[in-house]
């Protein structure tokens, strides 16, 4: 398979992991000097508003207003993606795959990584209903899940587990006490496909709770990734 052909099946991966996510992006940490430098900071304002990667006009800011069914599907599109590398995984070499599941890696845990962290963050977008607040709630257990299943099905060993972005082992540990545990265990696990459900998850209220813990990203961490994957900017080329 040619070089042109897996990047265009890469390519196609990502509108199921980005359409529909919902996200904001706080100024209390991010330097006056960066923003100075951007003419994009200057003539748009970005900040602590909710933003939604709609299909077809890309990131758009959220309205009250807007319907929200395509939230529903968005646990199938993502299951659609695992289906796919499923069945790529026999078509193409083992190293052209195990590329193509890396990138794909990263992007999965960068976006299970700050999707976690909006919603225990929700608090300084205090505007904003309980309904938007169960979004964000929502949201972040759909890309839990869909990490879960993406290390449950292709890693079934801590040795081949990559590092990523955000110490996916890190991760796993705090989040994943069933795959960790079974790391640990040694446990000898299939590849299997993941089963698709559409739950009516709006129907569930998030409970409102304290956190005492570390949180994983800190404000300007969380705003240099969503600059770069949204809007192509990248603050850390100006440090």
């Given at each position: 398979?040619?070089?042109?052909?897996?990047?265009?099946?890469?390519?196609?991966?990502?509108?199921?992991?980005l359409?529909?996510?919902?996200?904001?992006?706080?100024?209390?940490?991010?330097?006056?000097?960066?923003?100075?430098?951007?003419?994009?900071?200057?003539?748009t304002?970005?900040?602590?508003?909710?933003?939604?990667?709609d299909?077809?006009?890309?990131p758009?800011?959220?309205?009250?207003?807007?319907?929200?069914?395509?939230?529903?599907?968005?646990?199938?599109?993502?299951?659609?993606?695992?289906?796919?590398?499923?069945?790529?995984?026999?078509?193409?070499?083992?190293?052209?795959?195990?590329?193509?599941?890396?990138k794909?890696?990263?992007?999965?845990?960068?976006?299970?990584?700050?999707?976690?962290?909006?919603?225990?963050?929700?608090?300084?977008?205090?505007?904003?209903?309980?309904?938007?607040?169960?979004?964000?709630?929502?949201?972040?257990?759909?890309?839990?899940?869909?990490f879960?299943?993406?290390?449950?099905?292709?890693?079934?060993?801590?040795?081949?587990?990559?590092?990523?972005?955000?110490?996916?082992?890190?991760?796993?540990?705090?989040?994943?006490?069933?795959?960790e545990?079974?790391y640990?265990?040694?446990?000898?696990?299939t590849?299997?496909?993941?089963?698709?459900?559409?739950?009516?998850?709006?129907?569930?209220?998030?409970?409102?709770?304290?956190l005492?813990?570390?949180?994983?990203?800190?404000?300007?961490?969380?705003?240099?990734v969503?600059?770069?994957?949204?809007?192509?900017?990248?603050?850390?080329?100006?440090?």
């Amino acid at each position: 398979m040619g070089k042109p052909i897996l990047h265009q099946f890469y390519l196609s991966l990502i509108p199921n992991l980005l359409t529909e996510l919902f996200f904001f992006i706080p100024k209390n940490e991010m330097s006056q000097d960066i923003i100075e430098k951007f003419e994009f900071f200057k003539t748009t304002n970005i900040f602590n508003k909710i933003y939604v990667m709609d299909y077809n006009q890309g990131p758009m800011e959220y309205k009250n207003t807007r319907s929200n069914k395509h939230l529903l599907l968005k646990t199938s599109d993502l299951d659609k993606n695992l289906f796919s590398l499923l069945e790529k995984k026999s078509e193409v070499k083992e190293y052209e795959f195990d590329y193509i599941l890396e990138k794909y890696f990263e992007l999965a845990e960068c976006l299970f990584y700050i999707t976690n962290w909006m919603k225990d963050n929700m608090a300084q977008m205090d505007q904003y209903s309980d309904g938007v607040l169960g979004l964000f709630h929502i949201q972040s257990l759909n890309y839990k899940k869909h990490f879960e299943s993406l290390v449950k099905n292709f890693y079934p060993s801590r040795a081949i587990l990559p590092k990523g972005n955000f110490n996916a082992q890190h991760l796993i540990e705090t989040y994943f006490p069933d795959i960790e545990s079974g790391y640990n265990n040694s446990k000898k696990r299939t590849v299997t496909a993941p089963i698709v459900q559409i739950e009516n998850q709006l129907e569930k209220k998030p409970q409102q709770k304290k956190l005492h813990k570390t949180p994983l990203v800190t404000d300007l961490e969380a705003e240099t990734v969503l600059l770069k994957h949204v809007f192509n900017l990248d603050i850390k080329q100006l440090k």
